[in-house]
């Protein structure tokens, strides 16, 4: 009996195989050239800190003494920049609030200067203080004007 021939068991590579190969094996320099351009690209864009600016939101604590009220809260400036990653800074999530100034029994207006502002994420940083000037004052009586009657 003859002895088969190596040859005669080589067989054409279907279309699975054909497609495998090309995948997976043809143009290996190109495919890790573009590994790697994704893999710096994906370093530095994750990697960046970004700076964008903030409006300010003052936090009272307390009441002003009986009979007075709080009229007005003006925190200069009115925007604060604040620095982090950018998934965190561009989320709209994101705000900044003062430390909470106390109006505990004031009778008048006052400034808390240089007051500390933070984020609701812990992430970001913020690089500014702000001034805040809180406005008291008596409480409008609410007394009905009487009517004349003639």
């Known amino acids: 009996m003859p002895v088969p021939n190596a040859s005669q068991f080589t067989h054409a590579p279907g279309l699975t195989e054909r497609w495998f190969r090309r995948v997976f094996i043809e143009d290996w320099s190109l495919k890790l050239l573009a590994l790697a351009i994704t893999l710096i690209l994906w370093f530095v864009v994750s990697g960046h800190d970004i ?30 920049r604040v620095q982090g990653p950018a998934g965190s800074v561009n989320t709209t999530e994101i705000k900044a609030f003062t430390t909470k100034i106390s109006v505990e029994g004031r ?7 240089h007051t500390a502002v933070y ?6 940083e913020v690089l500014d203080t702000v001034n805040v000037h809180v406005d008291i004052g008596a409480v409008a009586s609410q007394k009905p004007n009487p009517r004349k009657t003639n």
Request: glycine share 2%; hydrophobic share 30%; aromatic share 4%.
């Open 51 to 80: 700076e964008r600016e903030l409006p300010v939101q003052p936090r009272l604590d307390g009441t002003p003494a009986p009979s007075y009220e709080v009229k007005s809260v003006i925190a200069t400036p009115n925007q604060v």
């Open 119 to 124: 984020t609701s994420d812990t992430k970001v």
């Open 107 to 113: 009778r008048e207006s006052f400034d808390a200067p």
